[in-house]
Structure formats: structure tokens, C-alpha cells
């Protein structure tokens, strides 16, 4: 069983950063293609961010392209969301996932991912 568990999150100001981090544990972590996903008061989960097992191909939500970057060590089981120039709309609880069906290719849908953190919470002050 895939086990995933975020950390990182917490209080910033707008314009501020912060870095998320994953770590997973269960089985091998490389293969797969990697999400990032949050969720907001009222609103559905929508895409972040993912990265695919080598690392070789990231997708970004246009809401966060150029602010936000993805990577992962495999060699620590953890993928990365670092996040700058941050936005009060940004605010939302984060959650990783794994796509286990996904090698080498990304899928923006939630449904798609099989196993999720328990989240992380993110909040941005104006």
C-alpha cells in the first residue's frame, strides 16, 4: 500500500514562499507520475502541477506557471512543490498524488490518481 504524507505548509504573505514536500513509501516510487492537487473552501480539488517519473516532463496550471516549480529525488521517495510570488487565491489545502497507471505521461484529472496525502494546509495573507 502507497502511503503519502505532505508537509511544509503553513502562514505566508502574499509575494512570500514556501516549499512542499511528499514523501512516499509503500513500494517503488520512480515509475510513476507524480500531482500536486489543492482544494479551496467551497471549491472543487483542481490541478497543480505534475511530473512524471523522469522527471522529464512537467505540467503546470496556467495559475501557477512561472510561479510554482515541481521536481522529486527519487533517491528520497519525495517530490517538491516550491512556491513563490504567492497570491491570497492561492490559499487552499495542497495534496500529492500518484498516478500509478501513468508512465512517462501526465493526466490532469483527480480521478486519475489512485493514492493522496492527507494534505497540507497553505494559507496567504494579503
Known amino acids: 500500500q502507497v502511503q503519502l504524507v505532505e508537509s511544509g505548509g503553513g502562514l505566508v504573505q502574499a509575494g512570500g514562499s514556501l516549499r512542499l514536500s511528499c514523501v512516499a513509501s509503500?513500494?517503488?516510487?520512480?515509475?510513476?507520475?507524480m500531482g500536486w492537487f489543492r482544494q479551496a473552501p467551497g471549491k472543487e480539488r483542481e490541478f497543480v502541477a505534475a511530473?512524471?517519473?523522469?522527471?522529464?516532463?512537467?505540467d503546470y496550471a496556467g495559475s501557477v506557471k512561472g510561479r510554482f516549480t515541481i521536481s522529486r529525488e527519487d533517491a528520497k521517495n519525495t517530490v517538491f512543490l516550491q512556491m513563490s510570488s504567492l497570491k491570497p487565491e492561492d490559499t487552499a489545502v495542497y495534496y500529492c498524488?500518484?498516478?500509478?497507471?501513468?508512465?512517462?505521461?501526465?493526466?490532469?484529472?483527480?480521478?486519475?490518481?489512485?493514492?493522496w496525502g492527507q494534505g497540507t494546509q497553505v494559507t496567504v495573507s494579503s
Open positions: 498524488a500518484e498516478d500509478s497507471r501513468a508512465v512517462g505521461y501526465i493526466v490532469r484529472e483527480a480521478w486519475r490518481y489512485d493514492y
Open positions: 511530473i512524471t517519473w523522469s522527471g522529464g516532463i512537467r
Open positions: 509503500g513500494r517503488t516510487f520512480s515509475n510513476y507520475t
